[in-house]
Each structure stands twice: as C-alpha cells, then as structure tokens.
C-alpha cells in the first residue's frame, strides 16, 4: 500500500512533469502575436521552441549523476526554483535573443525537474507499487501537448502572450513550497564516480544534433542538404557516444541495462509510440485550422477530447494491467493507436463533431494505456542499486522521442503533399490523409515489439487478479 507521503511525492513530480510538458509545446500557437511584440517574422518564433527542446535533450543524461554527486532533493529543489524564475525572466523579454537565452536556462532546469524527481518516486517504491506511482506522474503530462492548442489559442486570442510563461509562477511556486517540505535530504551514500566527461561530450552533443535534425524537418522549406548533414552528424555522434558508454568503467549512462528484456521493451516500444502520441496532437489543430478553417478555439476543444479519453482510462488502468499483464494491454493499446491513427485520416469538415470527439476520445485512452504500461515494465525487472541509470536512460529516450514526434509529423504530411496537390478539390485534408495512415503504419512497429515480448514479462509488478492467485497456490500444495 502506498502511504501518503510516497504518493504526494509522485502528484508533485506530476506537477511538474505538467509544466515541463506544457512549455514545450504552447509556445507555438502564438508565434504571430510573439513576432510581432519582438519585432520578428513568425517563423523565428521556432527558435524559441527549439532552444527549449534542445537544451532538455543536451541536459538530462546529466541528471543521474548530478543526483548521485548533490542528492536529490537539492538538485529537485534548484531544478524548479530555475525553471520558475526563467519562466519569470521569458515573460519579461524584450528581445528574441533575451528569450531564447532564457529558454535555454528554462531547458536546463526542466531536464533536472522531471528525470530526477521520477527516479526519486521509483527508487524508494516496493515493486508491486510502482504501477500506480507511475500512473500518478504520466497522465498529467500527456495532458499537456493536448491541452497546449486551447490553452494557448485562448491566451493569444483574449491576452498577452506573456503569460503563457506567467502561469509557470504560481505552479512553481507552489511545487517548490511543496518538495521542500515533502522531500528529505538523503543519507550519504557511496562515494560517487568521476563525471564521465567524454560521455557527456558524445551523448549531448548527439542528441542536440539530433533534436536540431528534427527541428529542421519540422520547418517548412528546409532544404535536405543541412538536413543530411545534421542528420549524420548526430547519428555519427550517437554511435560513438553508445560505443563509448558500453566501454566505459563508469559511464554516464549504464547502456548495459538494456540487457534487462522488459527495459529494452519499454526503450524500442514505447520510444515508437511516443513518436506518434506526440505527433498526432500536433497535426490534429492543424488538419482542423489549415483544412477544415476551424478557428483555434474550436479545434483545440475537440484535441482536448484527448485528454478526457487519458483520463477515463486512468481509473482503470492498474485493474486492467493486473488482471490482464503487460504483455495483451501494450498490444491492444498499440492497436487503438493504429485504429484511431487511421481513423484522423478520413476525417472531413463535414463529419459530426460528436464522431470527432469519439475518435479523439478513444485514442485518448489507448495513448495514455500504452504509455503507462511501457513507463511502469520499465522498471519492473530492473535491481533497486540501477533504478538511477534507468531512469536516467529513459528519460532521455523518452525525451528524443518526443522531440521527434513533431519532426515525423511534418515529415509524413510533406509526404502526402504530392498527394494533396494531385487532388485539390479536397482542399488539403489528403495530404493530412496520408501523414495519418503514415503514422498508423509506423504505430504497428510497437505492436510489433509488444507481440514479442514472453507471455509474464513485468509480472513482478503486477498484483495478480484472484483467478490466478488460486492458480498459483494450487501449484506450490501441489508442489
């Protein structure tokens, strides 16, 4: 049973998982009413985004260590006074430079907050627990990409654009009043390793080329040749780094964890569904703005039918993994994904709205399944002394995906471009058509991964249902 304390912990690293989630993605819808208070073209605004996303995938694999080396509750607590008061320094921008440079120092204590306070609420949780402590820190940032759209159409269209940073004081303040009296400082432990520089230098610079490769794709117009380049230069960087940290004696990130199935299951699963959980959010506004001219309000209340989709599951969600296992939950979920995926691509200006918000509601329920059972069979077969190097791990993948979710999006409906202008009675929805059944597609390799994992993997999590807990104790009397 969880106690109070353990689970007002995991609500407040959901919090801030919350905030963490929202700033990556508000920001976007009020790029024409930024660039003109700053004085540039809306298309700069992407930068805005990007330094924000880059600098979370350059920082968290420092995570881990930082915890081991200053402990976590003062990494925790530092980590959201940063994010807080950078929030703070944003809103009051005058220039882009300032706010980008800003954004970066939001980045930096973002990708402390989340990684760190997550291994925190896992590290000290007895096995069976974690399923629920997991739910308890998911779902709120599932709910931000979604809410992100209405959220901000309604601030740009009735406010400033400044409080889309603003709204970060209260929060924060409020978190960091919280942690500091919820959260203990540790005991000493071990003494800890050098900082592995060299693992630092690969990874990081790695995955910022890697997030700067999708932040290229995602901007109309680039051309492929600086995408090339960036691209092979993170996946040249990416290799050297694994080959580095598989080497090392003390490496920054413990890629040898991968060894454990069900850790690797939730890396290459759950790293393809994030792709596409973070992409289709993002082409759901525009398919309802672009092609159907909805305005921003309207179309960001049916993407928030999402939302209500992750929550209805939520109740339900440890019953069903423990009646049922991880293995036939993350192959169903795959398969709503893939259904309501394919379902967007037919949707029309005309289709009831009440049919929309279905679709949008039963996706909402598969992604937020999914991504509980592949964040909670993570750490289910992974010893209490490595939770650290998983969690870190994790995080940073889950991260990447993320970033690239967008960047696939783009890709898939630049794909369907050709299509779109072959047909322009249909007044853009094809080209949306086909970026929708491009993300199914690549939604069936997580099901895939899920088909192949054994029939029991992640069982030491689970609380068996009462069938098979007479199963098993008529095994061991026979015994």
């Not at 200053?70 to 009051?92: D, K, M, P, Y």
């Not at 058509?433 to 992640?458: E, T």
């Amino acid at each position: 049973m969880i106690d109070a304390k353990h689970r007002n912990t995991a609500l407040l690293v959901a919090g801030c998982f919350f905030m963490e989630n929202l700033d990556g993605t508000i920001v976007s819808t009020a790029a024409p009413r930024m660039g003109a208070s700053l004085d540039v073209a809306p298309t700069a605004i992407g930068l805005v985004v990007t330094a924000y996303l880059v600098t979370l995938a350059v920082l968290i694999p420092l995570s881990g260590w930082l915890t081991a080396r200053f402990g976590t509750r003062r990494v925790f607590l530092t980590a959201i006074a940063v994010f807080t008061l950078s929030s703070l320094g944003c809103a009051l921008s005058t220039s882009l430079g300032e706010l980008v440079a800003l954004r970066v120092v939001q980045g930096a204590g973002g990708a402390m907050m989340v990684p760190v306070g997550r291994v925190m609420v896992v590290a000290g949780a007895d096995k069976r627990d974690i399923p629920r402590i997991v739910s308890y820190v998911v779902w709120p940032g599932l709910v931000a990409p979604v809410l992100a759209p209405l959220l901000g159409g309604l601030i740009t269209t009735y406010a400033d654009w400044r409080w889309m940073f603003l709204i970060n004081l209260p929060l924060g303040a409020l978190a960091f009043a919280v942690a500091r009296r919820l959260i203990d400082a540790a005991p000493a432990g071990a003494a800890v390793p050098p900082l592995d520089w060299w693992g630092v230098a690969l990874a990081s610079t790695g995955l910022g080329a890697l997030t700067w490769t999708a932040h290229l794709l995602s901007e109309p117009g680039t051309p492929w040749v600086p995408v090339a380049l960036a691209g092979g230069l993170a996946v040249t960087l990416l290799a050297a780094s694994a080959r580095h940290l598989l080497r090392a004696e003390a490496p920054l990130m413990d890629l040898r964890i991968l060894k454990v199935p069900t850790f690797r299951a939730s890396v290459s699963g759950g790293s393809v569904f994030w792709v596409v959980v973070a992409a289709v959010p993002f082409l759901l506004p525009l398919l309802f703005q672009e092609a159907f001219g909805w305005s921003a309000v309207k179309s960001g209340a049916l993407v928030l039918c999402v939302f209500v989709g992750n929550i209805a599951v939520k109740p339900a969600a440890n019953r069903l993994l423990d009646r049922f296992g991880f293995r036939p939950l993350l192959i169903g979920a795959g398969l709503g994904v893939t259904a309501t995926t394919t379902a967007c691509a037919f949707l029309t200006a005309r289709t009831p709205l009440a049919l929309i918000a279905a679709v949008a509601v039963v996706g909402g329920a598969a992604r937020s399944l999914g991504l509980t059972c592949y964040q909670v069979i993570a750490f289910a077969d992974v010893p209490a002394e490595r939770m650290r190097h998983a969690g870190t791990l994790q995080a940073t993948v889950q991260q990447a995906a993320a970033g690239l979710g967008v960047a696939a999006a783009t890709v898939a409906l630049r794909a369907g471009g050709p299509v779109g202008d072959a047909l322009p009675d249909a007044g853009g929805a094809t080209a949306y058509g086909v970026a929708f059944c491009l993300l199914a597609v690549l939604s069936l390799a997580a099901v895939a991964g899920a088909l192949r994992l054994r029939p029991g993997a992640g069982d030491a999590v689970r609380r068996p249902a009462r069938g098979e807990r007479e199963e098993t104790r008529e095994r061991s009397g026979a015994r």
